[in-house]
């Protein structure tokens, strides 16, 4: 059991007697009312997607989810291929279930997944990923003086804004939570 308040993205919960994956929430508090939790579930058998709401203080059952590492090969249609590091079995995974994971996963990254009696019912990506810039546009000169932001397009075709001093070819290390550039590699 859970509150509400401590769900995240890509989590498996149960509500009314059904699994369901979250796919967006947000805290909401708006002056003087009550905060609460706004959901955006998708149920796991029927692949419909609900909105609901929690109080911030909702316990909400979360079934007993297994973790186990694998790597990420390639993807194949609409689906991720992935391979068990200890048993070298392929597993094909949905892209519904990893919905960001075309923006930040080139090949060979871990990421941990969440199986139910040997289904995948959801996935964490890397919390960081390093990327390649393809395209960006040039230094330019006097402008590390102040602290604007420049597009950039990674290797995976994801846009982030990176800092005036990255250059085309450099490699980056980006945020898979907030999508947002950190480091250089």
Known sequence: MIKAVDMRKGMVIEHDNQLFTVHEFQIVSKGNWRSYVAAKLKNFKTGSVID??????????????????????????????FMDTNTFDQIHVSADLLPD???????????????IDGAVVGG???????LKITDTSPVVKGATATNQQKDAILETGFKVRV???????????????????????
């Open 52 to 81: 609901t709401r929690f109080s911030t203080d909702d316990k909400i059952e979360t079934p007993r989810v297994e973790g186990a590492e694998y790597e990420y090969l390639y993807k194949e249609g609409d689906q991720y291929v």
């Open 101 to 115: 994971a075309e923006h930040y996963l080139k090949g060979n990254e871990k990421c941990k997944l969440m199986l």
């Open 124 to 130: 964490e990506l890397p919390n960081v990923v390093e």
């Open 163 to 185: 800092p005036p001093f990255i250059v085309n070819g450099e490699v980056i290390r980006v945020d898979t939570r907030t999508g947002e550039y950190l480091e250089r590699a």
